[in-house]
């Protein structure tokens, strides 16, 4: 990504460093709403260095701030 850091402090700014889901603000991290997997396949993302270029992966929009709880439930839905 560009600035992920720079990305992700947007996306906590965005949503004022709250969870989306449950309304918590405690270890606050950001969230891919299209997976990052599903981005490299649909854009065929074969080098890293094409991810600098990849506009959805650095879209603020394409983001949410989940707590470290609501995320790894997130991530869970990803392997079934």
Same mark, same amino acid.
């Given at each position: 990504?560009?600035? /992920?850091?720079?990305?992700?402090?947007?996306?906590?700014?965005?949503? &004022?460093?709250?969870?989306?889901?449950? &309304?918590?603000?405690? &270890?606050?991290?950001?969230?891919?709403?299209?997976?990052?997997?599903?981005?490299?396949?649909?854009?065929?993302?074969?080098?890293?260095?094409?991810?600098?270029? /990849?506009?959805?992966?650095?879209?603020?929009?394409?983001?949410?701030?989940?707590?470290?709880?609501?995320?790894?439930?997130?991530?869970?839905?990803?392997? &079934?």
């Amino acid at each position: 990504l560009k600035d /992920s850091s720079l990305l992700n402090t947007s996306r906590n700014d965005r949503d &004022k460093y709250t969870c989306r889901k449950c &309304k918590s603000t405690s &270890k606050i991290e950001s969230h891919h709403i299209v997976p990052i997997y599903k981005i490299v396949g649909v854009e065929n993302i074969t080098d890293r260095r094409q991810i600098e270029f /990849s506009k959805l992966l650095n879209d603020i929009s394409n983001g949410t701030t989940l707590c470290h709880s609501c995320h790894r439930k997130e991530h869970k839905h990803y392997k &079934k």
